[in-house]
């Protein structure tokens, strides 16, 4: 870490790490390029747990985060232990029922659709509703059996849980790290129906039937889910304040994965005019949206080829950050790092891989060093490696 | 002609209907949560309610 940055108190290291972020965002020549750090359950590994350790203990977790910020100068950190807590899930009783499992190397996602085509409107209608009744009885077969008792140790786990997240905003608040973005207007997470579609209620091969089988019926959910999802957001964005909001390093945090499986006329009607004028309405307010565009975004590049320089940020992950820069010389690029080039080669070919993506698509702006993966694997990096870079992007000075 | 790919479609049963006094939303959900709730966090229900079904459901 540059000695300038040293030298700052926590609050203050928060705020210029944010300016960086913004200036990079903003095509205008930052101090030096951001790390935003794309990092989940490999900092478990490397502080010398394993993942059951981690995931149910609340101090082996934050003793984990402690140990990869006093190892590694990073700026922003998607994960600060508070994801895929099974404290919760297992007061429950969940068992093989849940969303996720886990055991010593991985965290891992079960196979789920909670809700066939013919009810999504059902479930946008109400959606607590629908999940009281419906997702939650048929998930759990023991639903209707459990005993006050376990609902009550349920509710104590929940509570542990929510004073877990803001203890850890307290920690690492006293490492300086930046916050990423706000939660939507609305609170939650930003989402859209055909998101939400793929991700939880059909899963993703019910969806790809069904954006040929019954499309019409898809349709019908995603324009409902405009209606009282998004369009809200959008009121509020526009109703807001103009400029971005400097206590994050992005205006919002939205995620694309389903265009992966969408064609192009579907990907234009299930996806495309929704998720348009909510760009649009950031670009008018001077925001920048984070997206994280997990797969590939490439075949849809020229849709966002009209957005202003400083409205756009896409984080990559299996595109490449020069052909992207190509197609989309408007857009923020986040990303350039490999788990193929963390995990496998030296210390020297990371720093130099680095130096080469820095001086290429960052000397002016317009690029934020980020993993591509979420690091999660013990083998997805290697310690020297991560640590190598680390040193160097938060040392080396752009010219001005 | 492309070969008719053929795919089990989902199987979803009728909920059961039960006796138990909680089942329904926004009634029976509101009483379990007074029950399970302390009496200094139940300002918070509608916000915490919604976010621990939120949990159950994804977690």
Partial sequence: ?400 | MAEEIKVEEPVVEEVKKVDWPYASYPEGYNKLLNKIMPFWARPAKKMMGALLIRVLVDG
């Avoid at chain 1, 969408?262 to 649009?280: G, I, S, T």
């Avoid at chain 1, 980020?370 to 680390?390: F, G, Q, T």
């Fill in chain 1, 1 to 400: 870490m540059r000695e300038i940055e040293k030298n700052m108190k926590p609050k203050e290291l928060k705020a210029y790490r944010t300016q960086l972020f913004r200036d990079a965002e903003q095509w205008k020549t930052p101090d030096r390029v951001p790390h935003y750090g794309n990092i989940v359950t490999w900092k478990i590994f490397d502080a010398g747990y394993t993942i059951d350790q981690a995931m149910t203990n609340f101090d082996v977790m934050k003793e984990t985060i402690e140990v990869f910020l006093e190892k590694y100068p990073i700026d922003v950190l998607i994960d600060i232990g508070i994801r895929n807590q099974f404290n919760i899930t297992e007061a429950f009783g969940m068992g093989d029922n849940g969303y996720y499992y886990y055991d010593k190397e991985v965290v891992g996602i079960n196979d789920h659709a909670y809700c066939p085509v013919d009810r999504l409107m059902e479930y946008i209608e109400d959606k607590n509703k629908y999940a009281w009744e419906v997702a939650l009885p048929e998930k759990i077969p023991d639903f209707y059996d459990k005993p006050m008792e376990v609902w009550k140790n349920t509710w104590n786990e929940y509570w542990k849980y929510i004073m877990f997240i803001f203890k850890m905003n307290k920690v690492t608040g006293a490492y300086g790290l930046a916050s990423g973005a706000p939660n939507n207007p609305m609170k939650g997470t930003i989402n859209f129906g055909v998101e939400e579609a793929e991700s939880n209620l059909l899963g993703i091969k019910n969806l790809s039937i069904a954006a040929r089988r019954n499309f019409a019926q898809l349709k019908e959910f995603c324009d409902a889910w405009d209606e009282k999802e998004t369009k809200p957001i959008i009121a509020k964005i526009l109703e807001g304040e103009d400029g971005p909001d400097m206590k994050y390093c992005f205006d919002a945090s939205l995620i694309m994965l389903s265009q992966n499986i969408l064609n192009p006329k579907q990907f234009d009607e299930l996806y495309w005019c929704y998720l348009e004028p909510l760009l649009k309405a950031y670009e008018q307010k001077g925001k920048c949206p984070r997206i994280f565009t997990e797969g590939k975004i490439d075949m849809y590049a020229d849709h966002f080829a009209d957005f202003k320089k400083g409205s756009l940020a896409f984080h990559l992950e299996n595109d490449d950050p020069w052909a992207i820069r190509e197609a989309l010389p408007n857009v923020c690029i986040i990303g350039g790092l490999t788990t193929a080039i963390l995990g496998n080669a030296t210390p020297d070919e990371c720093v130099a891989y680095t130096k080469k993506l820095i001086d290429e698509l960052g000397s002016e702006g317009g690029f934020i060093l980020s993993e591509d993966k979420m690091l999660s694997y013990r083998n997805d990096c290697k310690a020297e490696n991560l640590k190598a870079v680390c040193e160097f992007v938060s040392n080396y000075e752009l010219k001005k």
